[in-house]
Each structure stands twice: as C-alpha cells, then as structure tokens.
C-alpha cells in the first residue's frame, strides 16, 4: 500500500469538492449507498438483485417471492449507514455502544440485536475457530479498549483492523460481516476518506484476506485490499471536480 499517494489523493479530493456539482455528488452518494447495501447484503448470501435492492429502498414495493427475512436485512442495511453517517456528522469516534447500536439497527425483525452471543460457532470453510465463553466476551472488550490505542496505524490500517478483528472474534450469533463493513466505513468517515463497497463478486479473495489475519496475524492482505477501494474511490469523486 502506498499510503502517501492515497492521502494526497483523499487531500485533492476535500480542497476539490466544493467544485462538485451537488446534484451530481448526491446522485453518487446515492448510488454508493444502495451498491454498499447490495453488496454487503448479498455477500452473506441475500439473494435480492441490485435492481430488486433500487425497488425496495428507492420507491418502497415489496419483492415477490423473497424472504421476510432478506427485506429486512436490505432495508436495515440503509437505516445502519444511516445511523453511521449521523455518527460521523456528531463526530463521535467508535465505541462499544454505537456497534451494539449497528448491530440492533441490522437485525431488527430478525433476531434481538446488540446482544453478544453466549454460543460456540463455526464460520462455513475457515480454518479460524471463534473465541467462545468467557474468551470471546474477554476478547471483545479488549477489542474496544484497543480501539483506542491503535496510534500506529494510519486511517486505512485502522480501518481494516477494526474489521478483521472484529470478524475474527465473531460476538454477535449472526450479522458480524455487515456490522465489521459499517464499522470499517465508520473508521473510514470519521478520519475524511470516502466509504468503500467490497463486491460480491471479489468475495474470495476478501474472504482469503480475512482468513490470514485470522488463522496467521497477517493484515497486509486485507490492508491491500482497502487501499486499492478507497484509491478507486477517491479516483472516481476527483474525476467529478470541475476545473
């Protein structure tokens, strides 16, 4: 990663955007924000289409034929980064209460959010086994201690530990991978970079990346992976700044 050249990017874009036209910056906004739902949904195996995703959130009709369940996690889904944008607005930094927070906006109608779980479980194909008992609830509270301490990470490394720890310890019964992308998005926003969407389509390899933080310490991977969305993103908004 080169951090440098992505923080003189993230740097153009905010003395450049006020030259972005507003209707233009909201309609992309928008679209990130239905794209971000789409693909955090679907990559735990929500089967609604993109344009099934535009219908529902867009224009409120109710898809035929989809689980009660896959309606609720897509319009949860845009309530949490609702909330989360709302959170960055207030600038308040990350904490145990605005994950449970997430966490309970997620799984709403689903099951009773923001409630660690007392459980062992096995994540489908990994080799990492989660922390369970009172390993996982220890686990979980030094991760939020450390939230705090992580002075040597810059904003993207950051970004991508809060992730990747998070998911490795696993404390909720379900809805861990869309909490740990929000709060990656979280740590993100708060320090002026743009969101990022992890495609559907790219989940074998984000799925590896998280597997060698988990099972061998190594977030170079998954930091790679971060960088280049957030590159590509801060490409795509300076494209739009008008000279």
Known sequence: MNYERILDK???YEAGKNKIDEVTLTSYDKDFELTFTHNSTAIEGNTLTLMETKVLLEDGISIGGKELREIYEVVNHK???GYVKKCIEEIKLLDETIVKDIHEILTAGIIQGGIYR???VRISGAGHVPPAGNDMYFQIKNFFTDLQYKQDMNPIELAAWTHAEFVRIH???DGNGRTSRLIMN???MIHGFLPISIAKEDR???YNALEEYAV???LDLFVDLIADLEENQLDTYIKLIRE
């Open 10 to 12: 993230k740097n153009r």
């Open 118 to 120: 007392n459980q062992e």
């Open 171 to 173: 404390p909720f019964i």
């Open 204 to 206: 074998l390899n984000y």
């Open 79 to 81: 309530k949490a980064y």
């Open 216 to 218: 061998n310490g190594n």
């Open 186 to 188: 979280y740590q993100l």
